[in-house]
């Protein structure tokens, strides 16, 4: 890739000789149109924007000098210098892209708000092995301009822990399809890792190659392989991919991640991270939530969490109701999520709540008459006034 720190050469002497030369001979704007023309064979692509739009302030007889913004031209040549500048910006973004230098490309087309160039460059580009491919990342991902694809090259170059950590320290909350995607590329990665090991596994035993079967069919009728304190992937990867597995929605991710979860529940008790309720039995519990997910034992699932929440015996343990409370609405039971809010969670701000508060599950389900109770038991004349207003008494 073009090295994005490597400054153009400036233009020699005798480069600059023959401008000045052609501007005796021919005139400002030969003369600059011959400069554009160096520019462009040195890479000065920089220097070259600026250069096209001199050219253009000298063709609509105006100064040279940008000293003002350009609404400060003529009222009658606004639109073409401004047509001229997008063109200058699309030219030089591009010329930057040719040479895979996508930090000074974004430059000029987030200037023109015209961001569909570069992503489809970085969604083309093939990052070689060679490459420091930190740069694309960076634009990709940290400025948004094509998030998936810069999670891809952290994954794919720097490994699933960096992978994890990338996750976890950027704000994905108002895009949940590229924190779907980054979860369910994790979930691949290490399950592909765990295939891979246990099959080698096997076959370091002398027993013949199962091939790349399921996890499952490779833990079949082979205790051996879980036996004294064994793991065969970072435990503290499964144990993050597998917090983060429980905030999906869909996809087969989920039945790979299941039989993660299975694999981690076969771990020595020294290698699983028990958490606080209602996660506190580990990998049981998250295989139990993504049961409620995938759907083949719903209902149990469903009963796990409603027992812990059931258990429940002060307002310092909400955190299970919120849990069970995001788990009914990932599986479209509204009425039930907004029954164990009204029970469990009035008492709690909603702003501290980690699930959708009870005045907002009351608009969801058009449900007035629960909003007029609970803003009295607040005493919140606000909300009670509004939900009688909503309910026209």
Not at 223 to 249: E, T
Request: aromatic share 8%; charged share 25%.
């Amino acid at each position: 890739m073009f090295d994005a720190e490597m400054m153009p050469p400036p233009l020699d002497y005798d480069t600059l000789d023959r401008l000045r030369q052609t501007f005796a001979s021919e005139g400002p704007i030969p003369a600059v149109q011959r400069l554009c023309d160096e520019l462009r064979t040195t890479g000065d692509f920089g220097a070259l924007f600026y250069a096209l739009l001199m050219k253009k302030r000298l063709e609509l007889g105006v100064a040279p000098f940008p000293t003002g913004p350009s609404s400060d031209l003529p009222t009658a040549v606004h639109e073409e210098y401004e047509n001229s500048i997008r063109e200058a910006g699309r030219e030089v973004g591009k010329s930057y892209l040719d040479r895979n230098d996508f930090h000074r490309a974004w430059t000029f087309y987030n200037m023109l708000g015209e961001p569909q160039a570069v992503i489809d460059a970085i969604d083309r580009f093939e990052v070689s092995p060679d490459v420091d491919c930190q740069p694309i990342v960076e634009i990709a991902l940290h400025h948004g301009v094509n998030p998936k694809k810069g999670f891809d090259l952290v994954l794919s170059r720097y490994g699933i822990c960096s992978a994890i950590t990338t996750v976890s320290s950027i704000d994905l909350s108002k895009k949940p399809e590229v924190f779907a995607h980054c979860v369910k590329r994790l979930i691949h990665s290490l399950y592909e890792q765990l295939q891979e090991r246990l099959r080698s596994d096997i076959i370091a035993r002398d027993e013949p190659d199962p091939g790349l079967v399921s996890v499952e069919k490779l833990l079949e009728n082979r205790p051996y392989l879980m036996a004294d304190d064994a793991y065969h992937i970072d435990v503290s990867h499964l144990s993050s991919v597998m917090q983060m597995a429980m905030q999906l929605s869909d996809g087969e991710e989920l039945h790979k991640a299941r039989e993660l979860c299975r694999y981690g529940a076969g771990l020595s008790p020294s290698f699983q991270n028990f958490g606080e309720a209602p996660f506190e039995n580990g990998y049981r519990d998250f295989e139990a939530y993504l049961d409620v997910l995938i759907g083949d034992k719903r209902d149990a699932g469903l009963a796990h969490f409603r027992s812990k929440v059931d258990a429940l015996d002060d307002v310092d343990s909400s955190f299970p109701a919120e849990v069970f409370v995001n788990l009914l609405l990932k599986v479209d039971r509204l009425d039930e999520a907004l029954a164990v809010a009204k029970k469990y969670l009035t008492k709690v701000p909603d702003p501290q709540l980690s699930c959708p508060g009870v005045y907002e599950l009351c608009h969801k389900a058009n449900d007035y008459q629960s909003m007029m109770e609970v803003a009295r038991e607040r005493q919140d004349g606000v909300q009670m006034l509004a939900a009688l207003a909503k309910m026209g008494k």
